[in-house]
């Protein structure tokens, strides 16, 4: 390391952080113009306001736009000293195209370790609160009824239920039916179904029947003691929560209902690679705002700006398309978050190449 090395990092890391206080501090300034009302409406205490909304608002949005605030800082800093001629001075003293990209490497593998620890562990905690906060004051998206259930709660085992309420823990005309293969051996209805504890539910009214070979045999009773490996709380999982996991939470979760062939698991695979791709983002953007502005070219920084400006409205433009597609299964999730990584990539790749000579 020597000392153009550290000038670069601070350059980098020193441009990066203020952009991203500057951007968010006015964020936060036109999110708090539009939700006063609602706060004042609710009376919400402004303790709460901060703890529980903005102080999660702050990393949330940081590590959602840092490949952005990566790229543009990277192109303001770049431009700046290539207008003032000191890389062209650097690469007179010996420095070769690929060794100034070194410093940029080190702080952008920085910004990607930094990135991997708030997107899989420390925003999924902080977002419990900002979500839980929006809920009640701005905006209700939790449902405390869910209709047409229907998931495989273990391989071969079936369990529908028409309706349920989430606070009395109670649904209504369930059915469990299990099958080996593709033979069904066992039926259960019940009027109603209720959870207790420890995964054991309570049928009412119920009807059993069994199935071997040509034979049925039939059961009914008041109540029957069942044990499913499900709780309330799973039945009512929207893609919202899927930003509260951890990483190691979000892969259980996916495999988990992979395995009870449920179909709400998109928005769930699209967030975990978007849990890999956004951070290795970081050595994209780089590359690519350092090939765009290490050259002094007449119009200076601003044309640069401009040009790094409309590039990452169509980052974010690929970002939504290709998510939008992944749930509406156009597009495999693994290809709808790294979609915009690999077409910047095909792009940064002939630029360096042509500006290393």
């Given amino acids: ?51 529980e909304y903005y102080l999660p608002f702050i990393p949330y949005y940081m590590n959602m736009f840092s490949s952005l605030f990566i790229f543009l800082s990277v192109i303001y800093f770049t431009s700046k000293i290539a207008g003032n001629s000191e890389i062209i001075a650097m690469q007179a003293a010996g420095m070769s195209y690929h060794r100034l990209m070194v410093p940029y490497a080190l702080s952008a593998t920085l910004l990607f370790v930094l990135s991997m620890w708030l997107g899989g562990w420390v925003i999924p905690k902080s977002s419990k609160h900002m979500l839980a906060f929006t809920d009640k004051y701005v905006e209700h998206f939790t449902s405390e009824n869910a209709r047409n259930i229907q998931l495989e709660t273990e391989p071969g085992t079936i369990l529908h239920i028409e309706s349920f309420q989430r606070r009395a823990g109670i649904g209504y005309r369930c059915s469990i039916e299990k099958f080996e293969g593709k033979t069904l051996v066992m039926r259960l209805t019940a009027d109603r179904i209720y959870y207790d504890s420890l995964e054991c539910w309570h049928l009412d009214h119920y009807t059993l029947r069994t199935f071997t070979g040509m034979q049925e045999t039939l059961e009914r009773g008041p109540r029957k003691d069942i044990t499913l490996p499900i709780i309330p ?22 495999s988990r209902q992979r395995a009870r062939g449920s179909g709400n698991v998109k928005a769930f695979e699209v967030e975990y ?23 002094r070219v ?6 640069n700006l401009g040009i790094g400006i409309v590039l990452t409205a169509l980052y974010i433009l690929f970002s939504t398309v290709s998510t939008t597609f992944s749930v509406n299964n156009v597009m495999s999730p693994f290809l709808a978050a790294w979609l915009p990584n690999i077409v910047f990539l095909i792009v940064s790749v002939p630029l360096y190449v042509r500006a290393s000579k």
Avoid: C
Wanted: aromatic letters at 12%; charged letters at 20%; a positive charge.
């Fill in 1 to 51: 390391m020597k000392r153009l090395d550290w000038y670069i990092i601070k350059k980098f890391l020193g441009t990066f952080f203020f952009s991203i206080v500057l951007i968010l501090s006015i964020a936060i300034v036109f999110d708090l113009t539009e939700k006063m009302d609602d706060f004042f409406e609710n009376q919400v205490p402004l303790k709460e306001i901060v703890l």
């Fill in 233 to 254: 709380d799973e039945l009512f999982i929207t893609a919202q929560q899927a930003q509260q996991m951890t990483t190691p939470e979000l892969r259980h979760y996916m």
């Fill in 273 to 295: 690679h978007k849990r890999w791709a956004m951070p290795l983002g970081a050595f994209i953007m780089t590359l690519l705002g350092v090939t765009m502005s290490s050259r």
């Fill in 298 to 303: 007449r119009g200076g920084m601003g044309k």
